[in-house]
Protein backbone atom coordinates (compact mmCIF):
# COMPACT_ATOMS: atom_id res chain seq x y z
CA UNK A 1 0.00 0.00 0.00
CA UNK A 2 1.20 3.30 -0.93
CA UNK A 3 0.23 5.70 1.71
CA UNK A 4 1.74 9.08 3.78
CA UNK A 5 0.05 10.96 6.78
CA UNK A 6 1.48 13.49 7.27
CA UNK A 7 0.71 16.40 10.85
CA UNK A 8 2.18 19.79 10.54
CA UNK A 9 1.98 23.16 10.05
CA UNK A 10 1.16 25.33 7.00
CA UNK A 11 5.27 27.05 6.48
CA UNK A 12 4.47 29.67 3.79
CA UNK A 13 1.05 30.20 2.12
CA UNK A 14 0.66 28.25 -1.19
CA UNK A 15 0.17 29.79 -4.57
CA UNK A 16 -2.70 28.37 -6.59
CA UNK A 17 -1.20 27.99 -10.46
CA UNK A 18 -2.26 26.46 -13.14
CA UNK A 19 -0.68 23.70 -16.23
CA UNK A 20 -0.81 23.62 -19.90
CA UNK A 21 -3.31 21.59 -19.74
CA UNK A 22 -5.60 23.55 -17.21
CA UNK A 23 -5.06 21.63 -14.08
CA UNK A 24 -5.26 23.81 -10.70
CA UNK A 25 -1.90 22.71 -8.77
CA UNK A 26 0.15 24.09 -5.80
CA UNK A 27 2.80 23.11 -3.46
CA UNK A 28 2.09 23.33 -0.01
CA UNK A 29 5.05 23.32 2.59
CA UNK A 30 4.52 21.53 5.95
CA UNK A 31 7.14 21.92 9.39
CA UNK A 32 6.49 18.29 10.78
CA UNK A 33 7.61 17.61 14.49
CA UNK A 34 9.68 14.26 14.29
CA UNK A 35 8.84 11.77 16.98
CA UNK A 36 11.77 11.66 18.88
CA UNK A 37 14.37 13.81 20.40
CA UNK A 38 17.66 14.53 19.83
CA UNK A 39 20.41 14.30 21.99
CA UNK A 40 19.89 17.82 24.09
CA UNK A 41 16.11 16.59 24.70
CA UNK A 42 14.63 18.83 21.89
CA UNK A 43 12.08 17.77 19.48
CA UNK A 44 13.33 18.90 15.72
CA UNK A 45 11.27 19.18 12.61
CA UNK A 46 11.20 18.91 9.02
CA UNK A 47 9.98 20.44 6.25
CA UNK A 48 7.90 18.49 3.26
CA UNK A 49 6.66 19.91 0.49
CA UNK A 50 3.61 18.22 -0.75
CA UNK A 51 1.71 18.67 -4.64
CA UNK A 52 -1.72 19.52 -4.00
CA UNK A 53 -4.09 18.98 -7.06
CA UNK A 54 -7.17 20.43 -8.88
CA UNK A 55 -10.19 21.23 -6.37
CA UNK A 56 -8.20 20.26 -3.44
CA UNK A 57 -5.81 22.61 -4.45
CA UNK A 58 -7.86 25.18 -5.30
CA UNK A 59 -9.87 24.60 -1.40
CA UNK A 60 -6.40 25.01 -0.30
CA UNK A 61 -5.30 28.39 -1.74
CA UNK A 62 -8.42 29.62 -0.57
CA UNK A 63 -8.45 28.83 2.97
CA UNK A 64 -5.35 28.14 4.21
CA UNK A 65 -3.03 30.49 6.04
CA UNK A 66 0.28 30.68 7.48
CA UNK A 67 0.79 28.92 10.51
CA UNK A 68 -2.13 26.55 10.01
CA UNK A 69 -2.23 23.02 11.75
CA UNK A 70 -2.83 20.83 8.95
CA UNK A 71 -3.09 16.90 8.33
CA UNK A 72 -2.56 15.18 4.91
CA UNK A 73 -2.96 12.09 3.22
CA UNK A 74 -1.79 10.83 0.15
CA UNK A 75 0.66 8.81 -1.85
CA UNK A 76 3.97 8.83 -2.77
CA UNK A 77 4.79 9.61 -6.40
CA UNK A 78 7.93 7.82 -8.19
CA UNK A 79 9.31 9.45 -11.38
CA UNK A 80 12.36 8.57 -13.74
CA UNK A 81 14.92 11.51 -14.80
CA UNK A 82 17.45 10.81 -16.86
CA UNK A 83 20.26 12.99 -16.55
CA UNK A 84 23.96 13.18 -17.91
CA UNK A 85 23.02 9.58 -18.65
CA UNK A 86 22.41 8.50 -15.22
CA UNK A 87 18.89 7.53 -14.32
CA UNK A 88 17.65 9.01 -10.81
CA UNK A 89 14.61 8.50 -9.04
CA UNK A 90 12.19 11.56 -7.93
CA UNK A 91 9.88 11.07 -4.81
CA UNK A 92 7.40 13.35 -4.04
CA UNK A 93 4.28 13.73 -2.20
CA UNK A 94 1.01 14.12 -3.58
CA UNK A 95 -1.97 14.84 -1.21
CA UNK A 96 -5.47 13.21 -1.47
CA UNK A 97 -6.84 14.35 1.58
CA UNK A 98 -6.21 17.24 3.53
CA UNK A 99 -7.54 17.52 7.01
CA UNK A 100 -7.96 21.32 8.70
CA UNK A 101 -7.02 20.84 12.36
CA UNK A 102 -6.57 24.88 13.51
CA UNK A 103 -4.10 27.06 14.32
Not at 37 to 51: H, K, T
Request: hydrophobic share 35%.
Amino acid sequence: MNLFVLVGNVVELPELKETNNGFKTCTVTLSVERSYANSDGLYEYDEIQVEVWRGLAETLCSTTKKGDFISVKGRIATRLVNKDGHTYFNYSFVAEKITFIGK
